[in-house]
């Protein structure tokens, strides 16, 4: 009863294994109940032996069941399960042999009672191996049961303690019986099974048993997406989980006893840090420390590192807890904010365009960790491109400084040159080795090669579209397209032409009042100039007020400026504003300009605009979102500055306005697409002209068996399988070196050494002016498709020389295939079959009901085997033997018949001829 109930609980974990356990305890009881019934000794061995059934199943899946309540299932494996079973397995059969060996029991005999009879026997060999491995699975179970009581709560402990009396209660009955101290030597087990159900029946009712699952610490620690490490007092590891493996790229057994800083030799500083803190341990205190380090197929990875003391009673210091939570994605927006917001603090403060061009190299170069870096503008009649004289070096050589000197002596027109092919392309280009370019690619590769520059990744500045500087980075080694930096660069270029545009208009504006009128409307930059002065009174009345805690007052009162903000009034705009906010012209621009900045977000940055104007921050440049007149949204970029005269009263404050709403829209796009790409099933490679490969997505490495690491600057040639001649390949680069996409099939090798089959799809990819920049390949593994082809044409050519005739219609009686043997028979051709019945052959020597029973039969899927006369083409009769079996798809549904023909014709006239033989013997006679 109890197995059948807790088997609608057979969700919950650990319910279908005690329900497993009930059911072998029923089995066991029921039949030991009959053997105590039986009067017969044959009859009291069979119910013995029908009680092994539940006996040797019972303890192992009791075992099962403890093992998944304390959360370790992951050992109910195929394996283990198997291993487990042998003993019992070899325990019934031995069991149902027992007369051939006696090894279970020797000499059985009927022990009769007073009120009962038993099967009385002599215990074999292994009759005591079976009750010893009884008994260890029991202690099993018990010690795990205690364990899991001892770091339970309690809750949990008063599900444990109703498993462990149950338990108790079967270990010491089979004990006593396999010791002999059972009176007339009775089996209490049969007996206290049904007991031990009601406990557990109560532990249903009363604990929740299979609704509140215990579920193990360990079992938590080992699924935490962060990584932990827990060491002793002593700053050894203790304890360390899964995640935290894959961070130190070894395994458990290998670090745990061991010190911290062996583990982590390459990384002293959070040694150091945990030593400073170690004398001031309080419960709850936490450090963190952020550390960057190789993780090992995952790359340059960074971790916010949590520390905080381990405590026991009495706040005892037991050791320190780490979690390792992987902030890679994060660190690198960090960065590259800083890198942005330095960036535009830098230029702001140049006072000349050569400056903040230096400011620019030095700041990526530091970032990205190259070596050099070298500016090139046009000319003033804008034909050749020069050396801005503006170049920063991270590392001062000899070599270098002469590539230097030797770069200004040098210019480029349209086309020549790296430099002149990004002026006249506007785009960006990678180099992955400057070194080893002909001349003709790269004009300076000869000292390229001297000063030890390899990589280049050059830039286009851009202002409105047109070409301002061209900058050009290098590394002293060989690196692998990096697209990551690029897209940074790029960001960060952009910024730069956005800043120096915007820093041009407001410097034009210092250079003639005269100008300011026409310099302000013509501004490729959205201009405003706006009345602060409403904004510049409630500042200077909360100065007198709170003094130098101004700032501190206004910060921790936000709103207390929101109505000041919406006192601003615009005072003029230029017509890129008007533009920029889809007005019908600048008075209707002005008249509603409430309509733009009624948004709060637009509000506040014109609250914090006025607060950075007050503290004199020449950077302070805000996002935030305006609406045009017209209802859309417009991401936009605010820089504020005081005009000369009005820095007391802010009566006229300048605003330039950068839509950068495309840009975040791209980022945007971009970040879509390569979420796409890396979650795409198909294997998607990327190359450049010279083969090495860029970039490979997950899927390719799960079919190749190479990691992204290994694949890098690779050339797909690793995946050469030498099934192919040269002229396949070399067709195959004909094709895309015309700019045309080549598809086929192609057997490729895995890094195992497997062969497989993909069906590749390989396209180049052209930039604007329709030159060939990359190669992609999609490629999808068909190497099943492949195997099933050759089945099938296997089975074909089966069909095709089978000497039996087949024929094969679809429901509709409609002939869809014949093979020759049925051609030959029948003396027509496929063509007179194809798309014909079989009724084509129909001979009329049978009654329509003959052909309609064969009909009903085969519709029911049933297969029909018969005898009937056909017509040949020729018009003679023949004798066909035939076999009809339905076809049927996946959901069982019959799909087409198959008939197997055969010519009995000579067999069916020697029939007759023998039976007119017989018949003239017996007239003779």
Request: net charge negative; hydrophobic share 45%.
């Amino acid at each position: 009863v109890w197995a059948v109930w807790v088997w609608k609980y057979r969700q919950a974990p650990g319910a279908s294994w005690f329900s497993m356990v009930m059911l072998a305890a029923f089995i066991f009881s029921f039949f030991y109940g009959l053997e105590i019934l039986s009067t017969d000794l044959q009859q009291t061995i069979f119910w013995s032996k029908m009680q092994y059934v539940g006996a040797v199943a019972g303890t192992v899946m009791w075992l099962f069941l403890v093992l998944v309540y304390t959360g370790q299932e992951r050992w109910i494996v195929f394996r283990n399960i198997a291993v487990l079973f042998i003993i019992p397995g070899i325990t019934f059969f031995l069991v149902w042999t027992n007369e051939l060996h006696e090894l279970m029991w020797i000499n059985p005999y009927l022990d009769i009672g007073s009120s009962f009879s038993l099967l009385g026997f002599e215990k074999g060999s292994w009759w005591w191996v079976h009750n010893f491995y009884s008994s260890i699975l029991f202690i099993v179970a018990t010690y795990k049961l205690i364990r899991a009581l001892v770091h339970s709560d309690k809750i949990y402990k008063q599900q444990i303690i109703t498993l462990l009396v149950f338990s108790g209660i079967l270990w010491v009955g089979l004990v006593f019986y396999t010791m002999g101290k059972m009176p007339h030597n009775i089996n209490p087990l049969p007996f206290i099974f049904p007991f031990g159900g009601v406990i557990i029946a109560w532990g249903l009712f009363r604990y929740s048993f299979l609704d509140v699952v215990h579920i193990e610490k360990e079992t938590i620690i080992n699924k935490m997406q962060e990584g932990l490490i827990v060491l002793d007092t002593q700053y050894r590891i203790t304890e360390i989980n899964p995640a935290a493996q894959k961070i130190v790229g070894q395994s458990q057994e290998k670090v745990i006893g061991k010190a911290f800083e062996e583990v982590f030799s390459n990384h002293e500083e959070i040694e150091k840090k945990l030593c400073q803190e170690a004398g001031s341990e309080k419960e709850g205190t936490e450090q963190h420390i952020e550390i960057t380090l190789p993780v090992e197929n995952m790359g340059i990875r960074t971790f916010d590192v949590r520390t905080s003391a381990l405590l026991g009673k009495r706040e005892r210091p037991l050791g320190q807890l780490m979690f390792w939570r992987d902030i890679t994605e994060r660190a690198k927006e960090e960065k590259t904010t800083k890198l942005l917001l330095r960036l535009t603090q830098e230029i702001d403060k140049a006072q000349s365009l050569n400056f903040a061009f230096n400011k620019t190299l030095e700041i990526i170069i530091e970032y990205a960790d190259w070596i050099f870096g070298e500016v090139w503008l046009p000319d003033e009649a804008g034909k050749l491109l020069k050396n801005g004289n503006a170049s920063y070096f991270r590392e001062h050589t000899s070599e270098l400084e002469k590539f230097n000197q030797i770069s200004q002596n040098f210019s480029f027109a349209p086309d020549e040159g790296m430099p002149g092919r990004i002026w006249t392309s506007k785009k960006i280009e990678w180099q992955r080795d400057t070194s080893a370019l002909s001349p003709e690619v790269y004009f300076r590769a000869e000292y390229a090669l001297k000063a030890n520059l390899k990589t280049a990744l050059g830039i286009p500045v851009l202002d409105g579209g047109e070409v301002i500087a061209v900058l050009v980075f290098y590394s002293s080694g060989v690196r692998a397209k990096d697209r990551y930096l690029i897209d940074l660069v790029s960001v960060a270029t952009a910024q730069l032409g956005a800043i120096l545009a915007s820093k041009r208009a407001v410097e034009l504006t210092q250079i003639s009042q005269a100008r300011y009128r026409d310099i302000f409307l013509r501004s490729p930059v959205a201009l405003w100039e706006a009345d602060f002065s409403e904004i510049k009174k409630r500042l200077d009345k909360l100065s007198a007020e709170h003094g130098n805690a101004l700032l501190n007052y206004v910060h921790e009162n936000p709103q207390i400026m929101v109505l000041d903000a919406r006192s601003v009034v615009l005072l003029d705009a230029n017509q890129e504003a008007v533009k920029l906010y889809e007005a019908e012209s600048l008075e209707n621009l002005l008249k509603n300009f409430h309509i733009i900045v009624s948004e709060r977000n637009a509000i506040l940055a014109l609250r914090d605009g006025a607060i950075a104007l007050w503290q004199g921050e020449k950077d302070n440049g805000i996002e935030t979102i305006h609406q045009t007149l017209k209802g859309k949204q417009k991401i936009v970029i605010i820089r504020f500055s005081i005009s000369s005269g009005c820095e007391n009263t802010w009566k006229r404050v300048n605003l330039s306005i950068i839509d950068v709403t495309e840009a975040r829209t791209a980022e945007a796009s971009v970040r879509q697409l390569a979420s796409a790409v890396e979650a795409s099933s198909s294997s998607i490679v990327i190359t450049g002209l010279d083969g090495a490969i860029e970039y490979v997505n997950p899927a390719f490495s799960r079919v190749s068996g190479y990691s992204r690491e290994e694949a890098m600057g690779e050339n797909p040639r690793v995946l050469k399988s030498e099934k192919h001649p040269a002229e396949f390949y070399q067709e195959m680069w004909t094709v895309l070196s015309q700019g045309e996409t080549w598809e086929g099939d192609i057997i490729n090798k895995r890094k195992n050494g497997d062969l497989y089959w993909e069906h590749a799809t390989i396209s180049p990819v052209k930039n604007n002016s329709g030159e060939i920049v990359n190669y992609v390949a999609v490629k999808d593994d068909i190497t099943k498709a492949k195997e099933a082809e050759v089945e099938l044409r296997k089975l074909s050519s089966a069909t095709e020389q089978a000497a039996s005739g087949i024929m094969i219609t679809n429901t509709k009686g409609i002939i869809e295939f014949v093979n020759p043997a049925a051609l030959r028979i029948t003396g027509y051709s496929a063509e007179e079959f194809i798309g014909s019945t079989p009724s084509l052959l129909k001979s009329g020597e049978h009654e329509d009901s003959f052909y309609n029973e064969l009909w009903k039969t085969i519709q029911k899927g049933e297969t029909w085997r018969g005898e009937l006369i056909n017509r040949r083409k020729d018009g003679s009769l023949y004798w066909e033997s035939q076999t009809i079996s339905s076809v049927k798809n996946d959901q069982g549904e019959i799909t087409h018949y198959v008939a197997v023909k055969e010519d009995i014709t000579q067999r069916k006239e020697l029939e007759q001829a023998l039976a007119l033989a017989h018949e003239e013997v017996l007239i003779a006679s």
